[in-house]
């Protein structure tokens, strides 16, 4: 397996888990699974990723792009615990978490000589959500579920309101010109009527 498909299935496996979290769980959840059981399954087989990657590194060991998968998932785990603490001693902002979190593992891949280009933030990006995800409590989890939920319910309810509204426009210019057709259809019959009176 070429170091592109490497990287694509790296990437395929991040937006795979972004979009079960986003997306597929609130759904789930909604219509009555226990998502507690799906993200075990999902934590079960990250773990076994992990595995294969370590066996792969084990099996290449020259292979530079799992050398570099293999530092990121290190560092990355260390600049999410290094961005908690500055949090947690008010020296970050929560806001700025990730940010400090991504910019310790590309000032690590520098210093090791290691281009940082799109490929390799969208990795490291993918390697401290799920690092960051890993940390928190099933209660957190299920919190942050709660809230995505929450989220999604609130804009529905705003494109409902919009919808809503713009339907009640329509229907205020829908009886605007039902008014100007009857106008007109008044106009135009006592001017029918005198013409057949005349005839």
Same mark, same amino acid.
């Given at each position: 397996m070429s170091e592109l498909n490497i990287l694509f299935v790296i990437i395929g496996l991040?937006?795979?888990?972004?979009v079960t979290v986003l997306v597929i769980l609130p759904y789930l959840k909604k219509k009555g699974v226990d998502t507690e059981a799906v993200l075990q399954k999902v934590d079960d087989g990250i773990k076994e990723a992990k595995k294969y990657t370590d066996a792969a590194k084990t099996?290449?060991?020259?292979?530079?792009?799992?050398?570099?998968?293999?530092?990121?998932?290190?560092?990355?785990?260390?600049?999410?615990?290094?961005?908690?603490?500055?949090?947690?001693?008010l020296q970050l902002p929560a806001g700025q978490r990730k940010k400090s979190a991504e910019d310790y593992v590309y000032n690590v891949l520098n210093k090791l000589g290691i281009e940082v280009d799109?490929?390799?933030?969208?990795?490291?990006?993918?390697?401290i959500e799920n690092k960051v995800y890993e940390l928190k409590s099933p209660e957190e989890k299920k919190s942050a579920e709660q809230t995505a939920v929450q989220t999604q319910i609130s804009q529905i309810q705003t494109q409902n309101s919009? *919808? @809503?509204? !713009?339907?009640?426009? *329509? @229907?205020? !210019?829908n009886e605007k010109l039902k008014q100007t057709i009857a106008?007109?259809?008044?106009?135009?019959t006592p001017v029918q009527n005198t013409a057949s009176t005349a005839q």
């Open positions: 991040a937006v795979g888990v972004g099996l290449v060991p020259g292979n530079k792009f799992l050398n570099v998968l293999s530092i990121i998932e290190h560092f990355g785990g260390i600049g999410v615990g290094q961005a908690a603490q500055l949090s947690a001693s799109d490929n390799i933030k969208t990795i490291v990006s993918g390697v919009q *919808l @809503q509204s !713009e339907k009640d426009k *329509l @229907q205020q !210019e106008s007109i259809q008044g106009a135009v």
